[in-house]
C-alpha cells in the first residue's frame, strides 16, 4: 500500500494541475470502488472548484469551493494519471506500464485549468483497494476517516518529547505502536523499518521502553529518524514496489536507497556493526532489521 511519502508525491504531481481548476464534470464509471460512492458524487463535485490540495497522513484532502472536501484514498493498487487534450502528460524516461488498462479507469474528472487548459485527471484502479468520499463543509476534523488520526509525522509538533509520551507504559511492541494509525498517522511497514534501523532501535522493543525526551537519546533520535526518512523518501519520489507509480508515470527512486526493508541475509549498512539483515513477522507483516545494531 503506497504509504506517506507515495501519497504526499502524488499530491504534489496532481496540485499543478487540480489546485484552482473548475471541475467540469465527473465520470463515475462503477457506483463503487471498496466501498459504494458518496450518493450524487459526481453531480456534487461538477462545478466546483478546487481551492487547494492537501493530505492528511494516507488521504489526499481536495478542498472545494463550497468548503466541502473530497477524500481520496490509493488502497493497495489505486493511482492518478494526469491527460491533456493534445495527450497523455507522462514526463520522464523511466515508465511503468501499471494502470494503463482501461477497464480499471473507473473515475476520470474533467476540469478548466487556472491557467484555461483542458484536463482530464483519471483514477486507475485494477484491486479497487482505494474509495473515495466527500466531507461536508466543516465536517472534515469529524469526519470518520480523520477524526480518530495520531499525530502527523512531518508536522512541526512531532518530537521525541511528544513519542515518548504517547507510548509511555505500552506493551505493544515498538513497531506496532508506530504504526497504530490512532497514535502516529501515515506511517506504514516500509519506512517504520527503515525509521527504527537508522535509530538502533529494535522493531521488537517494548514501545513504552522508550524514555522520556530530556533523560535519553531514545526517542529524539528515533523522531529524528521517522522525519529524516520520510523527508528523503519524498525527495525522491516514494518508493516502486510493486504497483506505486508518480503521477506523471515515472518510478519513485528511494527503494534504491533502502538500508533492512527486503534485504534479508544482507550485511548491514551501518559503518563497523557487521551485522546481518534478518526478516521476522509481526502481525502477519514482515519486520527486517539488524540484530546486531538495532536494540
Given at each position: 500500500?503506497?504509504?506517506?511519502?507515495?501519497v504526499?508525491?502524488?499530491?504534489?504531481?496532481?496540485?499543478?494541475?487540480?489546485?484552482?481548476?473548475?471541475?467540469?464534470?465527473?465520470?463515475?464509471?462503477r457506483?463503487?470502488l471498496r466501498?459504494?460512492?458518496?450518493?450524487?458524487?459526481?453531480?456534487?463535485?461538477?462545478?466546483?472548484?478546487?481551492?487547494?490540495?492537501?493530505?492528511?497522513?494516507?488521504?489526499?484532502?481536495?478542498?472545494?469551493?463550497?468548503?466541502?472536501?473530497?477524500?481520496?484514498?490509493l488502497?493497495?493498487?489505486?493511482?492518478?494519471?494526469?491527460?491533456?487534450?493534445?495527450?497523455?502528460?507522462?514526463?520522464?524516461?523511466?515508465?511503468?506500464?501499471?494502470?494503463?488498462?482501461?477497464?480499471?479507469?473507473?473515475?476520470?474528472?474533467?476540469?478548466?485549468?487556472?491557467?484555461?487548459?483542458?484536463?482530464?485527471?483519471?483514477?486507475?484502479d485494477?484491486?479497487?483497494?482505494?474509495?473515495?468520499?466527500?466531507?461536508?463543509p466543516?465536517?472534515?476534523?469529524?469526519?470518520?476517516?480523520?477524526e480518530?488520526?495520531?499525530?502527523?509525522?512531518?508536522?512541526?509538533?512531532?518530537?521525541?518529547?511528544?513519542?515518548?509520551?504517547?507510548?509511555?507504559?505500552?506493551?505493544?511492541?515498538l513497531k506496532?505502536?508506530?504504526?497504530?494509525?490512532?497514535?502516529?498517522?501515515?506511517?506504514?511497514?516500509?519506512?517504520?523499518?527503515?525509521?527504527?534501523?537508522?535509530?538502533?532501535?529494535?522493531?521488537?522493543?517494548?514501545?513504552?521502553?522508550?524514555?522520556?525526551a530530556?533523560?535519553?537519546?531514545?526517542?529524539?533520535c528515533?523522531a529524528?529518524?521517522?522525519?529524516?526518512?520520510?523527508?528523503?523518501?519524498?525527495?525522491?519520489?516514494?518508493?516502486?514496489?510493486?504497483?506505486?507509480?508518480?503521477?506523471?508515470?515515472?518510478?519513485?527512486?528511494?527503494?534504491?536507497?533502502?538500508?533492512?526493508?527486503?534485504?534479508?541475509?544482507?550485511?548491514?549498512?551501518?559503518?563497523?556493526?557487521?551485522g546481518?539483515?534478518?526478516?521476522?513477522?509481526?502481525?502477519?507483516?514482515?519486520?527486517?532489521?539488524?540484530?546486531?545494531?538495532?536494540?
Amino acid at each position: 500500500m503506497p504509504e506517506l511519502p507515495e501519497v504526499e508525491t502524488v499530491r504534489r504531481g496532481l496540485a499543478p494541475v487540480l489546485e484552482g481548476a473548475c471541475i467540469a464534470r465527473v465520470e463515475a464509471r462503477r457506483p463503487d470502488l471498496r466501498f459504494p460512492l458518496p450518493q450524487n458524487f459526481a453531480e456534487r463535485l461538477s462545478g466546483r472548484r478546487v481551492e487547494v490540495l492537501g493530505r492528511r497522513a494516507k488521504y489526499l484532502l481536495a478542498t472545494l469551493d463550497d468548503d466541502a472536501t473530497l477524500i481520496c484514498h490509493l488502497g493497495m493498487s489505486g493511482s492518478f494519471r494526469i491527460e491533456a487534450d493534445e495527450g497523455e502528460f507522462r514526463p520522464g524516461g523511466f515508465h511503468h506500464e501499471r494502470g494503463k488498462a482501461a477497464a480499471h479507469d473507473h473515475i476520470v474528472f474533467h476540469l478548466d485549468t487556472a491557467s484555461g487548459a483542458c484536463a482530464r485527471i483519471i483514477y486507475n484502479d485494477p484491486r479497487r483497494f482505494g474509495f473515495m468520499d466527500i466531507a461536508a463543509p466543516g465536517a472534515l476534523d469529524t469526519h470518520p476517516l480523520l477524526e480518530h488520526l495520531g499525530a502527523e509525522p512531518t508536522g512541526n509538533a512531532f518530537n521525541g518529547e511528544l513519542l515518548a509520551e504517547m507510548f509511555r507504559n505500552k506493551a505493544a511492541p515498538l513497531k506496532a505502536a508506530l504504526l497504530d494509525q490512532r497514535l502516529v498517522a501515515g506511517l506504514g511497514n516500509i519506512y517504520v523499518c527503515e525509521a527504527l534501523w537508522r535509530a538502533g532501535l529494535s522493531p521488537l522493543r517494548e514501545a513504552g521502553s522508550l524514555s522520556p525526551a530530556g533523560t535519553s537519546l531514545d526517542a529524539d533520535c528515533l523522531a529524528e529518524s521517522i522525519r529524516t526518512v520520510l523527508g528523503e523518501a519524498i525527495a525522491a519520489g516514494g518508493s516502486s514496489l510493486r504497483d506505486h507509480i508518480r503521477t506523471d508515470g515515472t518510478l519513485g527512486y528511494f527503494q534504491h536507497s533502502f538500508a533492512v526493508y527486503g534485504r534479508e541475509g544482507k550485511i548491514c549498512a551501518k559503518p563497523g556493526c557487521g551485522g546481518t539483515i534478518v526478516r521476522v513477522v509481526q502481525s502477519g507483516r514482515s519486520t527486517f532489521l539488524c540484530p546486531r545494531c538495532q536494540k
